[in-house]
């Protein structure tokens, strides 16, 4: 039978004049846009689960799909991250963070503020990046801390390392409670136990330690966890070993040789030394506090006869070091 002979039965049957029957109709509901609590004190917020590594991305952040998010990372904020970048176990991003190229954020690691990381650096453990400018092949592991407009590169940072202020630290190695801040220059060292540098000094090429390995249990508890410090305007360049109870400072050069000695117990020096506000120690081997403070006078007062042996000591150029567009300020670097 024919579409228009059933038409026309249809109709004479009165089939089709008939009313419809009145039938439930399911009430179709909207997806609504998913939430998630980052935990920073905003509550639920809106986020998606990323497309690669199922974590959660708040929507006011961007992250490339090339980016890897694990299941229990975050990003949140305004943070940016592009390029190969994993995040993995409990990484969080936020803030105005940003990521690029080939960086590992791991473990319990945050990043925040306005940090940016580039190249195959690896931020791991419980690390802190709140702030500054970390590139290379920089490493950062337990619990050490970048803060503020730092800029490292190509570093190794261990334990509680923590570089904050302008400071500027090129391919050295912290371990330990190292602290680097102000406007201080550190490069191509190695820095072991509680240091501090700070104001405007410079180390370079040179190895300083203080920590409880050079010294017996009696004498930690004595001295507690009194630091090498390195202020001012010093410059330490060279120096095979730089160590013990030392507050270096004014413009004190310290150029190769070594100065390691623990302090006096027969002549009571328990105290911390410090250097004149110009001293000069042109390559010397120091282990015990009167040769020491044979040295340790303003060169003022000694003449200036032993520059020439040093002539090469200058604050050092950052520019050298490392390519001039890793340089770039922070706007610079976002697209």
């Given amino acids: 039978m024919t579409l228009n002979a059933t038409l026309v039965e249809a109709t004479a049957a009165g089939v089709l004049d008939e009313p419809a029957a009145d039938l439930p109709v399911k009430a179709v509901r909207r997806r609504r846009a998913s939430k998630h609590d980052f935990k920073d004190g905003r509550g639920r ?11 959660w991305v708040a929507d006011t952040a961007k992250v490339a799909d090339t980016v890897f998010v694990n299941k229990m990372a975050q990003v949140y904020h305004n943070a940016v991250i592009e390029g ?48 500054g400018r970390v590139s290379g092949s920089t490493t950062m592991y337990e619990t050490s801390h970048i803060r503020q407009e730092a800029h490292v590169h190509n570093c190794t940072l261990r334990s509680q390392a923590h570089v904050s202020g302008y400071a500027m630290v090129f391919m050295s190695s912290l371990e330990g409670a190292v602290t680097i801040t102000g406007d201080a220059k550190v490069a191509c060292s ?40 390195v202020l001012d305007f010093a410059v330490v360049s060279g120096v095979e070993m730089l160590s013990g109870l030392l507050t270096i400072k004014g413009r004190t050069v310290i150029a190769g040789g070594s100065i390691s000695f623990r302090p006096n117990h027969a002549n009571g020096q328990y105290e911390r ?62 697209k």
């Fill in 190 to 229: 190695t820095m072991h136990g509680f240091v501090t540098i700070g104001g405007r000094a410079n180390v370079i090429s040179s190895k300083l330690a203080q920590q409880s390995m050079y010294f017996s249990s009696e004498e930690a508890t004595m001295f507690g966890h009194n630091k090498l410090k």
């Fill in 273 to 334: 030394l410090e250097t004149e506000t110009d001293a000069l120690f042109p390559g010397v081997t120091i282990s015990r506090i009167d040769q020491f403070m044979a040295y340790n006078v303003p060169a003022s007062q000694r003449g200036r006869a032993l520059n020439h042996v040093v002539p090469t000591v200058r604050p050092v150029n950052m520019d050298e070091l490392i390519p001039t567009r890793r340089l770039m300020t922070m706007s610079g670097d976002r």
């Fill in 45 to 55: 917020v809106f986020a998606h689960r990323h497309v690669n590594g199922n974590g």
């Fill in 84 to 131: 190969k970048v994993a995040l993995n176990r409990r990484a969080q991003v936020c803030g105005n963070a940003y990521i690029r190229d080939r960086v590992i954020v791991g473990d319990d690691a945050l990043v925040a503020g306005k940090a940016a990381i580039f190249d195959d650096c690896r931020i791991l453990h419980e690390s802190r990046v709140y702030g």
